[in-house]
């Protein structure tokens, strides 16, 4: 708490002061120590990395900054560039006192002799930084303290010369060292392996993975207050794990420690991800990761089925990325295959529900928990929206098979949100935002545009569309990235076209501030697969990325590159954005909260605004909801929406297709007796669909196509629970039985009524 009260202090004076103050940089520096004092690293590197290169800063008040940008190659050089020049030996030193002479007082403060001094604190600090350095290259403790003692040492000289700078830098220092050796990989992660695997491979493998984090051009030394605690079980092999942290608080970081630990026992790991493009991406980070360590990564998705080659990855690449379809078309080819998987990640865990592919999502990962192997083989599931209660509850004690603690539960991110609205006033927009109980406003946000170019002579913005697009490029023109997500996948193209046509009309200019060769190779993909002139290539010559999870996958990873390196300003994303893809920006615009007339669901919209705010580049991220109109119901839901702190639902999809269908039997019948359901229900052979008394045959037309889909899902998940195990006809209740024992849906059935769980 007093490090943010410091950061807050510090902030308002950086404010306070403006930009020509000399002093301005100092209480920065400050600022952001104190951030990253209260585990709030990412924000320290927000707050520090621009303009730092021109920053009027001091050697000392430099490598502090390094360290805290972890530019630890930067501070290396300047640690050798001091010692080379020899500012501090004996023979330099004493040829500056020895110019303090005649009438000067050699007092503490004499210029000439603060100089020496200060020179003699920047050695001692760049000595201590260069140890410190050592120390989390090695992993020695002892080394960060000797830096410590180095930095106590000048702590003490520069109170009593008041140098107060360097007072201040040592100060700092020595706590920020304090906090990254606490946190940090070689303190963190044990060096003695997990039970059963070679006490040779992990220390080589940890070495590994701590120097290729450490080598990174942004050095990766250290772990966040939402990932302590799961580290401190990656090693537990016998115990199946649920993490739920929100969106960027560094899910995947925990599963490749995970992974680590499963490689170290000679077992290959499978990644299941729900959509392909999430698999490409997950599939490029954890190559950067593991091809280092001298680990394969492959992948399993696309096309319907499961090829020789697919089946070749599942059996002998080290690590494969899966989607559940792939992997469950493959296992069906040879349950074999999970034979010496030890690791299997769920990320996006959630996924389970009504539709066909959750319920059948579900069904794969009960069969999964009870094969006879299982035993052998670690389950962790990721996600971010998991909810709080019984259904949480039940969730963490199906994949954990009831053992205690299988559930970390943290909602600490990298970055703040900060909620508001764009309010269209006729002729003006003005951008309110919430800041606790304060709501701050800038009345005249932008203000409305006349065409520049062409015959047209329509204001913008003239809808919702343009007041989300001039919304967005207000947003740039403050330095922002952003994200303008649109709950329908078919409403992503009309933005594509408006763009274009706003450009046309001069009230869009190009967001593109790199050389259009930057843009080169995703073009020239993008032509082969849309034509030259498509719509959306001309989008990205603007700097704008068009995403959704329908682009052929050549051109959505060169999009996706291009906005990794920050090429792009603006993406207009479609429904794909909730499904865990790594997409973020420093703002996100909701163009509307509705999908075919319903809302859509509060897990969907959590998930997306976790997109907000980019770590290691925002301190905080905004999430805007532009209004053209002043409808009440719309700014309701947009409140609704953003007080709720409610999670996915978690019901069993089976437990939810089971009641959907007795209900729909219980209406045929017009009655409440079990004993009556029952016999209809054990009568119905095929469970054929059958009208409602006093229903409208549009009613009931609409209630079969759903009886029909519900009925074939049910379907789908016996026969994925079954497998290809050989059942006779008789024996298939008491197989389904057995399969469901400890199920989610059999948990699921126990917290309700005796009737409930009866019928």
């Known amino acids: 708490r007093e490090g943010f009260e410091v950061a807050v202090y510090s902030l308002e004076a950086v404010v306070a002061m403006g930009e020509q103050d000399a002093e301005r940089e100092l209480h920065r520096l400050v600022a952001a120590a104190a951030y990253h004092l209260g585990r709030f690293s990412a924000r320290a590197y927000s707050l520090l990395h621009r303009d730092i290169a021109g920053a009027n800063l001091s050697l000392v008040e430099a490598s502090l900054a390094k360290l805290m940008l972890r530019d630890l190659d930067g501070l290396a050089r300047d640690v050798e560039d001091w010692f080379r020049e020899g500012a501090d030996t004996d023979e330099s030193l004493m040829g500056s006192l020895g110019e303090v002479g005649g009438d000067e007082e050699a007092s503490p403060g004499n210029d000439r002799l603060v100089e020496v001094m200060n020179t003699v604190l920047q050695g001692n600090f760049m000595a201590a930084m260069g140890v410190a350095m050592l120390a989390l290259e090695r992993g020695e403790e002892s080394l960060i303290e000797q830096a410590k003692s180095r930095l106590t040492l000048g702590l003490q000289a520069a109170a009593e010369l008041s140098l107060v700078t360097q007072w201040w830098c040592h100060r700092l220092t020595i706590q920020l060292l304090d906090g990254l050796w606490d946190t940090s990989f070689h303190h963190v992660l044990p060096r003695m392996g997990p039970p059963g695997a070679d006490t040779g491979e992990w220390v080589k493998l940890r070495r590994l993975f701590i120097s290729s984090l450490y080598r990174r051009s942004k050095a990766e030394v250290e772990l966040w207050p939402s990932q302590l605690d799961a580290a401190s079980r990656v090693l537990e092999f016998d115990s199946n794990l649920v993490l739920s942290l929100p969106t960027s608080a560094g899910k995947t970081r925990i599963a490749e420690m995970c992974i680590l630990a499963c490689l170290a026992q000679g077992k290959r790991i499978v990644f299941v991800t729900p959509l392909r493009a999430l698999s490409a991406q997950t599939e490029v980070g954890l190559r950067k990761t593991f091809n280092p360590l001298g680990k394969s990564v492959s992948s399993l998705y696309g096309s319907i089925g499961a090829s020789g080659a697919d089946v070749d990855?599942?059996?002998?690449?080290?690590?494969?990325?899966?989607?559940?379809?792939?992997?469950?078309?493959?296992?069906?080819?040879?349950?074999?295959?999970?034979?010496?998987?030890?690791?299997?990640?769920?990320?996006?865990?959630?996924?389970?529900?009504?539709?066909?592919?959750?319920?059948?999502?579900?069904?794969?990962?009960?069969?999964?928990?009870?094969?006879?192997?299982?035993?052998?083989?670690?389950?962790?599931?990721?996600?971010?929206?998991?909810?709080?209660?019984?259904?949480?509850?039940?969730?963490?004690?199906?994949?954990?098979?009831?053992?205690?603690?299988?559930?970390?539960?943290?909602?600490?991110?990298?970055?703040?949100?900060?909620?508001?609205?764009?309010?269209?006033?006729?002729?003006?927009?003005?951008?309110?935002?919430?800041?606790?109980?304060?709501?701050?406003?800038?009345?005249?946000?932008?203000?409305?545009?006349?065409?520049?170019?062409g015959q047209a002579k329509k204001m913008f913005p003239s809808d919702q569309r343009e007041l989300c697009l001039a919304t967005a490029w207000r947003l740039v023109e403050d330095g922002q990235t952003v994200l303008v997500f649109c709950p329908e996948r078919r409403s992503v193209l009309p933005y594509a076209k408006r763009i274009v046509d706003m450009h046309k009309r001069g009230h869009l200019t190009s967001v593109l501030d790199q050389p259009a060769e930057a843009l080169a190779t995703a073009l020239t993909v993008g032509?082969?697969?849309?034509?030259?002139?498509?719509?959306?290539?001309?989008?990205?010559?603007?700097?704008?990325?068009?995403?959704?999870?329908?682009?052929?996958?050549?051109?959505?990873?060169?999009?996706?590159?291009?906005?990794?390196?920050?090429?792009?300003?603006?993406?207009?994303?479609?429904?794909?954005?909730?499904?865990?893809?790594?997409?973020?920006?420093?703002?996100?615009?909701?163009?509307?909260?509705?999908?075919?007339?319903?809302?859509?669901?509060?897990?969907?919209?959590?998930?997306?605004?976790?997109?907000?705010?980019?770590?290691?580049?925002?301190?905080?991220?905004?999430?805007?909801?532009?209004?053209?109109?002043?409808?009440?119901?719309?700014?309701?839901?947009?409140?609704?929406?953003?007080?709720?702190?409610?999670?996915?639902?978690?019901?069993?999809?089976?437990?939810?297709?089971?009641?959907?269908?007795?209900?729909?039997?219980?209406?045929?019948?017009?009655?409440?007796?079990?004993?009556?359901?029952?016999?209809?229900?054990?009568?119905?052979?095929?469970?054929?669909?059958?009208?409602?008394?006093?229903?409208?045959?549009?009613?009931?037309?609409?209630?079969?196509?759903?009886?029909?889909?519900?009925?074939?899902?049910?379907?789908?998940?016996?026969?994925?629970?079954?497998?290809?195990?050989?059942?006779?006809?008789?024996?298939?209740?008491?197989?389904?039985?057995?399969?469901?024992?400890?199920?989610?849906?059999?948990?699921?059935?126990?917290?309700?009524?005796?009737?409930?769980?009866?019928?």
């Open 313 to 453: 990855a599942l059996r002998t690449r080290d690590i494969v990325v899966a989607t559940p379809e792939k992997l469950d078309f493959a296992l069906r080819s040879d349950p074999s295959l999970l034979d010496d998987v030890g690791l299997v990640v769920l990320d996006e865990g959630h996924m389970i529900g009504l539709s066909e592919r959750e319920v059948r999502y579900e069904a794969q990962i009960q069969r999964l928990l009870r094969r006879a192997d299982a035993a052998s083989r670690r389950v962790v599931c990721l996600s971010a929206i998991l909810p709080e209660g019984d259904q949480l509850a039940d969730f963490a004690a199906w994949l954990t098979n009831d053992k205690p603690d299988g559930l970390i539960k943290d909602s600490w991110r990298p970055t703040r949100l900060r909620f508001g609205e764009v309010d269209w006033k006729g002729k003006h927009a003005q951008l309110n935002i919430t800041v606790g109980d304060e709501k701050p406003y800038i009345p005249k946000f932008f203000a409305e545009k006349k065409p520049t170019k």
């Open 527 to 759: 032509a082969e697969w849309f034509g030259e002139n498509h719509v959306v290539l001309q989008c990205l010559r603007l700097g704008v990325a068009v995403h959704h999870g329908a682009l052929p996958t050549p051109y959505r990873k060169e999009v996706e590159r291009l906005l990794r390196e920050g090429v792009l300003k603006v993406t207009i994303s479609s429904p794909t954005l909730a499904q865990g893809l790594n997409l973020a920006a420093t703002s996100l615009i909701f163009h509307g909260l509705t999908r075919a007339s319903e809302p859509i669901d509060i897990s969907e919209f959590r998930n997306v605004v976790g997109r907000a705010g980019r770590a290691y580049i925002d301190i905080e991220g905004l999430v805007l909801y532009p209004m053209f109109d002043r409808q009440p119901a719309r700014r309701a839901q947009w409140k609704d929406f953003i007080s709720s702190a409610k999670g996915r639902e978690m019901e069993s999809g089976l437990l939810r297709l089971l009641v959907t269908l007795l209900k729909r039997m219980q209406a045929t019948l017009k009655t409440n007796n079990l004993e009556q359901l029952s016999e209809y229900v054990l009568g119905q052979g095929a469970w054929d669909f059958a009208s409602a008394p006093g229903e409208t045959s549009e009613d009931a037309d609409e209630a079969r196509a759903t009886w029909r889909t519900h009925l074939m899902s049910l379907d789908t998940a016996i026969f994925s629970l079954l497998g290809d195990q050989e059942v006779e006809d008789e024996g298939i209740a008491a197989k389904l039985d057995e399969l469901l024992a400890s199920s989610l849906l059999k948990r699921r059935l126990e917290r309700r009524s005796e009737a409930v769980r009866n019928a």
